[in-house]
C-alpha cells in the first residue's frame, strides 16, 4: 500500500506541475486527457482491489464473501481490469503526445539591416 500511495502522490504533484490552474485542467486538450488518465487509473485500481480480496478470501460478508473463503474471481471483472488496463495504456501515449501548454504564436522581433 506503501508504493500505491508514494505513486499517487507523485502522480498528484506531477500534474499540480503540468496544469497551472483548474482552467487549465478542464479546458485543455492535456487537461482532459489527464483527467481521463486519472478516471481509468482508478477502475483498473478498484477492479484490481476487488480480484485481489476475492482471491485472498478477504471479502466481506456483506459483498457475498465467507470468511477465509478465498473464490477466484469473476472472468467478467478480470476481463473488466485488463480491458481498462490496456486502455490506459492507450491513454498514458496519447497523454504523451499531447501538447501541455498552448505555444505562444508571436515570432521573435526580425532585425532590421541596414
Known sequence: MLSVGLVVATGLYNAGRQVDSVDTLLGSAYGRVLLIKSA???????????????LHGRVPSRWGGRAGAATSPPRRLVAVEA????????????LA????????????PRRRRH
Open 40 to 54: 481509468l487509473l482508478l477502475v483498473v485500481g478498484a477492479t484490481g482491489l476487488v480480484n485481489s480480496a476475492r
Open 83 to 94: 480491458a481498462a488496463g490496456i486502455v490506459l495504456l492507450l491513454v498514458v501515449g496519447l
Open 97 to 108: 503526445e499531447t501538447p501541455r501548454r498552448a505555444r505562444p504564436t508571436t515570432r521573435a
